[in-house]
């Protein structure tokens, strides 16, 4: 079967992967990037973000093969920069992490907000964060640890 | 197991679906939530799959002037975001994406994933309703081109032929000067509908020229009639006023609304009409 390629946290790889395979699946099994995590697997928590060409996306319900040519980033790859540590600063700060299990999608949607807008009110905060669910803090916690990101990463993005 | 196919350009496209019915597949954020399987296993899809989502010839937004203003084509592979990016999208479409899902959907999901779905609670398409947007469609014969209510011919049916893709949608110019969107949902993100209302008016030196208003959710097609409206135009905003009580008896007989998890028929019927008459009461004017 035809190699499918992409860049994944800036490497070239591939995979041979059936096309219609999710590719939270191919990411997870395949390219070990367990920070993908898999909450309800039909679009609408966002524990699976990554981000696709810079733009966030959920890795739940997209087939392997809508993703040949594009630029990956999980949050493993976003966690290894400055602004990754930075957001995970900001967010420790906060005491925005209780179970943690949104947190990684969450690191992702801060990213996400961060690069498009490095210095955002808390109306477009709770926008970028809409589609990830946190069943832990309330979200007023973790909207204060985006706050913190963004002065602590001041510059970066 | 299913077979994916990735064309190089449309022709391919319309080849692969002439050739084996293939299903289109755009963002996926329907279809392969429809399909879902098991984790680690391939979704359940009887026929092949053809994507389009990255075909160049769907993927531009064009517009064209004339007279009254900016014509919109927007390629059937475009997705919210972008349009949410570009300057002349109406507002009224503008609002609908907002409300609809979140980021990331909204970064892969596309309006002709909307129509193709034919939901009576699909957002976008009820915008596109009230817009008077028209659908493209190409096939082994040529292109043609259906109003959107034409297209959309019941719940989860539409015109498409098993030979066709949907290519474009195409707004007219946008000249409304009154705009009024109103979603009920659970909560803001990613709730599908309860029901909605876009509505849209040209009001101009004090008459009411022209009005469009489209409610969905509310019945097996999202509902947009013309001869009410019609009743409603070249009126002064006091004149309409006093036919609200008639126009809302009309509208009664159209919606036909049933019970979901999401709510229940009458809700949906009281609620309806209330924001139909919020709209003909306070915003035109
Ligand atoms: C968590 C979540 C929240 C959502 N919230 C909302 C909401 O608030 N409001 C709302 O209206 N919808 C909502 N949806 C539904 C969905 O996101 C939208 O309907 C979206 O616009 C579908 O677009 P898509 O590109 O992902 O379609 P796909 O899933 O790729 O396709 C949908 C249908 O269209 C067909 N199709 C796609 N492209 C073409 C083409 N070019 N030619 C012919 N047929 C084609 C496919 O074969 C399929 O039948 C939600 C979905 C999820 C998972
Ligand atoms: S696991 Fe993908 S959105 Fe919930
Ligand atoms: S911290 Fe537990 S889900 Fe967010």
């Known amino acids: 079967m035809r190699e499918i390629r992409f860049t994944l946290n ?90 943690g299990f949104c947190m990684t999608g ?28 946190c069943r832990c803090t309330g979200y007023a916690m973790i909207v204060d640890g985006i706050k913190r990101a963004a002065i602590k990463g001041s510059g970066l993005w | 197991m299913v077979t994916f196919h990735r064309p190089v350009d449309l022709a391919e496209a319309l080849q692969v679906r002439a050739e084996t019915g293939a299903i289109p597949l755009a963002g996926g954020t329907d279809l392969l939530v429809r399909h879902r399987n ?33 014509q919109m084509t927007i390629g059937a592979s475009v997705t919210y975001s972008e349009l949410l990016d570009h300057p002349t999208t109406p507002q009224l479409l503008r609002d609908s994406i907002i409300e609809l899902a979140a980021p990331g959907l909204r970064n892969v999901a596309t309006l002709a994933g909307n129509i193709c779905n034919a ?27 259906l109003p959107i209510a034409e297209f959309i011919t019941g719940p989860g049916r539409t015109a498409l032929n098993n030979d066709e893709l949907v290519t474009a949608i ?64 070249n009126t002064a905003p006091e004149q309409l006023a006093l036919r609200i009580p008639q126009t809302l008896q009309q509208y009664a007989e159209l919606i036909r609304p049933i019970d979901d998890q999401r709510s229940t028929a009458e809700y949906r019927k009281h609620t309806a009409l209330a924001l139909i008459e919020q709209f003909l009461t306070h915003e035109l004017r």
């Open chain 2, 170 to 233: 195409h707004l007219p110019p946008d000249n409304s000067t009154v705009k009024f969107y109103k979603k009920v949902g659970t909560r803001r993100a990613n709730a599908l509908s309860k029901l909605s209302l876009c509505a849209c008016a040209r009001i101009v030196d004090r008459t009411v020229t022209e009005i469009g208003i489209a409610v969905g959710a509310v019945a097996p097609t999202i509902v947009r009639d013309r001869d009410i409206e019609h009743h409603l135009q």
């Open chain 1, 10 to 99: 800036g490497r070239e790889v591939s995979t041979s992967a059936h096309p219609m395979a999710r590719l939270i699946d191919v990411l997870r099994d395949e390219f070990r990037m367990t920070g993908v995590k898999e909450g309800c697997g039909e679009g609408e928590c966002g524990a699976c973000s990554i981000l696709k060409d810079g733009r966030i996306v959920n890795s739940c319900i997209l087939a392997v093969g809508m993703i040949e040519g594009a630029v990956l980033e999980t949050p493993e790859g976003i966690a290894a920069t400055d602004r990754g540590r930075a957001i995970n600063a900001g967010y420790a700060e906060a005491g925005a992490v209780q179970c």
């Open chain 2, 119 to 145: 939901s009576p609670a699909a957002d976008a398409a009820c915008a596109l309703y009230a817009l008077d947007a028209e659908v493209e469609l190409a096939g082994p014969s040529g292109r043609r081109r």
């Open chain 2, 38 to 70: 098991w984790a680690g296993t391939l979704p359940r899809i009887d026929k092949p799959v053809v994507y389009v989502g990255h075909l160049q010839e769907l993927r531009r937004i064009d517009i064209s002037g004339n007279g009254s203003g900016p």
């Open chain 1, 106 to 133: 969450m690191a992702v949607a801060t990213e996400a907000l961060l690069r498009q807008n490095p210095a955002p009110d808390e109306h477009q905060i709770r926008t970028a964060i809409s589609g990830n669910l």
